[in-house]
């Protein structure tokens, strides 16, 4: 008997019968696993069986065998089955072989791959309420990591293929999105960005994308979003979890868009449902939105890294979305364009007040001389707490203060 390695599934050959064994998954105390049985060899090739079937269960090997051998009597069914369902479960508990970690050589790739958002060695959530331009976020993402022409974020590596899977809209909208961000770069020779829309969870589709990622070189995923690709309740561990294990499967960093509870609509908290949403990822950013209310063609966006597993923190900073429509107001209007450019964050209140006590009052001194009272007054605080801050940030060398008790940014 053949056995092979695809991926996160197994392959079993023996006398011209192939069985195919994938999204493996632990209940109740035994294994479970998608079965295939096809045959490959003349005359009749073709599908032979395909279930769900429990690898432990002697019952349901002998039923799966003698359905088999009504169709092709002249086999030894019931052996092959048992001899492979037996190779797929050694291989699902070995797992990869032990290994001493002085024996792996040292990483040279780059830990990001486009920094500060996504690295190479894991995955990022990235979480906001709904109608805040997360989708867009990801796609100027997804184009900078595909093209290297970096609208968000800066490339550490070469341009890689992108896979955006998509569980909430359509490829027209994402489509039409791309075309606004890219302009003339849009095109299948310049741009090489792959849509997929999905119905199942992640985890029962899992296989099926894992060989369209490995046929067009796939180098980094959208998944979008994660309530509609997780099986089951968001509260529920297994949901999350079973939705990493899949991503996980993939070995390839992943963006995984997310939503927040309404009770948390600010910078700060974490992604909605189980707290394995926020322990699962290497890096989370929640997403916080602000309109313009003189221009409505414009939207702020505000990103602050809420999770880092390696310890270091990227600042708080935003960027100013603007969107240009053909034809506004007609039956004709449609999306031509989005320009995405870096902003800072005084540029909307609503993300000055996301700012620490300390910030605030440094973000205040670019303006000018101050005291300590003006201060407390500009950034809702008491004048003592002001004074305290203005102390430390002395002592830090961020600040120097005058005999008239004003305060102001060191000369630069």
């Keep these: 008997m053949i056995t092979k390695q695809l991926g ?74 048992e001899g492979m369902c037996f190779r797929a479960l050694e291989w699902y508990r070995s797992g990869e072989p032990m290994e001493r970690l002085t024996d792996v050589p040292p990483d040279e790739q780059p830990r990001w791959l486009l920094y500060p958002y996504l690295e190479h060695g894991g995955h990022t959530v990235l979480f906001a309420d709904g109608s805040s331009g997360k989708s867009v976020i990801a796609l100027a993402m997804a184009y900078s990591i595909a093209t290297g022409d970096c609208l968000i974020g800066q490339l550490h590596s070469d341009p890689v293929p992108v896979a955006y899977l998509d569980w909430e809209t359509n490829k027209q909208t994402h489509a039409d999105r791309l075309r606004a961000l890219a302009g003339a770069r849009f095109g299948p020779d310049k741009l090489d960005i792959w849509y997929r829309r999905i119905y199942s969870s992640l985890e029962e589709t899992a296989p099926a994308i894992s ?8 180098g980094a995923l959208v998944v979008d979003s994660a309530g509609l690709a997780s099986r089951g309740s968001l509260m529920d561990p297994d949901s999350a979890n079973g939705l990493f294990r899949a991503i996980n499967a993939f070995r390839r960093p992943a963006l995984i868009l997310h939503h927040i509870s309404k009770s948390e ?114 950034v809702e605080t008491t004048a003592g707490n002001a004074s305290k801050e203005l102390s430390r940030l002395r002592k830090d060398g961020q600040v120097v203060n005058f005999p008239d008790r004003t305060w102001a940014l060191p000369a630069r």
């Design 8 to 81: 996160e599934s197994l392959l079993c050959i023996s006398n011209g019968i192939e069985a195919k064994f994938s999204n493996f998954r632990e209940e109740r105390g035994t294994v479970y696993a998608e079965l295939i049985i096809a045959k490959t060899e003349p005359p009749d090739p073709g599908l032979l069986h395909h279930s769900r079937m429990n690898l432990l269960s002697g019952q349901t090997k002998n039923g799966v065998a003698r359905s088999l051998a009504e169709r092709i009597p002249d086999l030894p069914w019931a052996d092959l089955l």
């Design 211 to 218: 060989e369209q990622l490995d046929k067009r070189n796939i």
């Design 265 to 378: 609509m600010s910078d700060k908290g974490k992604a909605y449902g189980t707290v394995y949403f926020h322990n699962n990822p290497r890096n989370t950013w929640s997403v916080l939105a602000a309109k313009n209310d003189s221009n409505p063609e414009q939207l702020g966006i505000c990103l602050t890294h809420q999770k880092s597993n390696n310890g270091v923190y990227a600042s708080k900073h935003a960027f100013t979305l603007t969107f240009r429509n053909a034809n506004p107001g007609t039956a004709k209007e449609r999306l031509i364009g989005i320009e995405i450019k870096s902003t800072g964050l005084e540029a909307y209140e609503r993300f000055t007040a996301t700012l620490s006590v300390r910030d605030r009052i440094l973000l205040e001194l670019r303006d000018g001389k101050l005291s300590a009272q003006e201060l407390a007054e500009r």
